[in-house]
């Protein structure tokens, strides 16, 4: 069974960084996309970004000036770089994995999701 | 980006259904077959309940499904549960390979 674990700091200080690491277990992240999705308290979810091995990641277009993700394949680990923070950016952050766009569609497998706050 | 436009809530009785749309305000989504749809209860992680407009993972009781007319897609929950009380969110693939998802519904088991 995939399982997906995020890990990082919970409180960030507005205009730093936030960095968050994902790690994949019962599978390869050499397979399947892997995303990056975010919710804010109270309200909706946000996809930001994915990633696939081989391949340059895509980014939502309201937040790719400020955001990165790579994939370490060797450690089954994927991560998120969100600079400059801001309150706005306070949200639980989840990791989730996609089989791939064009054939079918859907996240499967998510994280349990990491509240981090930006002070 | 474009975006996907869900009716805050809904509601109803037991053993009743209800149904949630999800329409696209643009051509980049919805028009295709890739809508999927989540469950959220509160604290929790989503949950895949369609996927591909109407495809239920294994494991999804049949009495949620999944349709699509034009750029609007819905969501049916049949035979209303206390369980199923939570937020759905719906989810398009858009064509320049990104996703969006919709605003959010709460399903309210009266």
């Known amino acids: 069974q995939v399982q997906l674990q995020e890990s990082g700091p919970g409180l960030v200080k507005a205009s730093e960084t936030l960095s968050l690491t994902c790690t994949v277990s019962g599978g390869s992240t050499r397979n399947f996309y892997w995303h990056w999705i975010r919710q804010p308290p109270g309200k909706g979810l946000e996809w930001i970004a994915y990633?696939?091995?081989?391949?340059?990641?895509n980014y939502n277009p309201s937040l790719t000036s400020r955001v990165t993700v790579s994939l370490d394949t060797s450690t089954n680990q994927f991560s998120l770089q969100l600079t400059s923070v801001t309150a706005a950016d306070t949200a639980v952050y989840y990791c989730?994995?996609?089989?791939?766009?064009?054939?079918?569609?859907?996240?499967?497998?998510w994280g349990q999701g990491a509240l981090v706050t930006v002070s | 980006q474009s975006a996907l436009t869900q009716p805050r809530s809904v509601s109803g009785s037991p053993g009743l259904s209800v149904t949630i749309s999800c329409t696209g305000t643009?051509?980049?989504?919805?028009?295709?077959?890739?809508v999927s749809w989540y469950q959220q209860h509160p604290g929790k992680a989503p949950k895949l309940m369609i996927y591909d407009v109407s495809e239920r993972p294994s494991g999804v009781p049949d009495r949620f499904s999944g349709s699509r007319s034009g750029n609007t897609a819905s969501l049916t929950i049949s035979g209303l549960q206390a369980e199923d009380e939570a937020d759905y969110y719906c989810c398009s693939f858009v064509t320049s390979y990104t996703w969006v998802f919709g605003g959010g519904t709460t399903v309210t088991v009266l």
């Open positions: 989730a994995r996609h089989p791939g766009p064009g054939v079918t569609d859907y996240f499967d497998f």
């Open positions: 643009s051509s980049d989504v919805i028009s295709h077959d890739y």
């Open positions: 990633i696939y091995y081989g391949r340059s990641p």
